[in-house]
């Protein structure tokens, strides 16, 4: 099925959605990888509050290109998502609703997805220039020392992705294989 759904989005909206489905995120969504996860766990064990309230948000794991002159942002394809595992279920429990990334994820995000209903999904890697077309404006909102991997904060519009992993657990990596075969 297809979707258009605006970010952020609530439970109610994730409920809908099923693995499988081909979404058109419109709205306001962050990104980080590796380095800004971690900085935000480290954030998080002192004590301190994140960067931006993380409740009912979709967080893209992007490191973008530099922007070419005109451009809103260079390349933005994908990060492979099992590099923020140890730090998601964290993040999860504390509201956020939406990941995109590439890749598998591992059981205990999965079980933290479904204990607070959650949805991943994929963007095509190696699209990165094609996605950076939806991406209508992105700002630096904090770690900005992480360069690449500084969290911003990005208005997209109709950003194809599809949701692999739902807010049940069911997963598309898991299932795709043995659908495809029957």
């Not at 995120?25 to 002192?46: N, P, Q, V």
């Amino acid at each position: 099925m297809e979707r258009e759904i605006c970010a952020p989005f609530d439970e109610s909206v994730v409920k809908e959605i099923n693995a499988g489905d081909v979404c058109y995120i419109s709205g306001t969504i962050y990104t980080a990888r590796d380095a800004a996860h971690k900085r935000m766990i480290e954030t998080l064990e002192a004590g301190d509050e994140l960067p931006f309230d993380i409740r009912n948000q979709v967080i893209y794991y992007l490191g973008p290109t530099p922007a070419r002159d005109g451009q809103v942002i260079g390349s933005a394809g994908p990060t492979t998502s099992t590099r923020m595992d140890r730090y998601t279920p964290k993040l999860l429990d504390l509201g956020l609703k939406g990941m995109i990334g590439k890749g598998k994820r591992s059981p205990e995000v999965i079980e933290a997805m479904k204990r607070n209903t959650a949805v991943y999904f994929a963007a095509v890697g190696g699209a990165g220039a094609l996605l950076s077309k939806c991406i209508k404006k992105a700002e630096v909102i904090a770690y900005d020392d992480l360069g690449t991997e500084a969290i911003r904060r990005l208005e997209v519009e109709k950003l194809p992705v599809i949701a692999v992993i739902d807010s049940s657990g069911k997963d598309q990596y898991a299932t795709a294989t043995d659908d495809w075969k029957q």
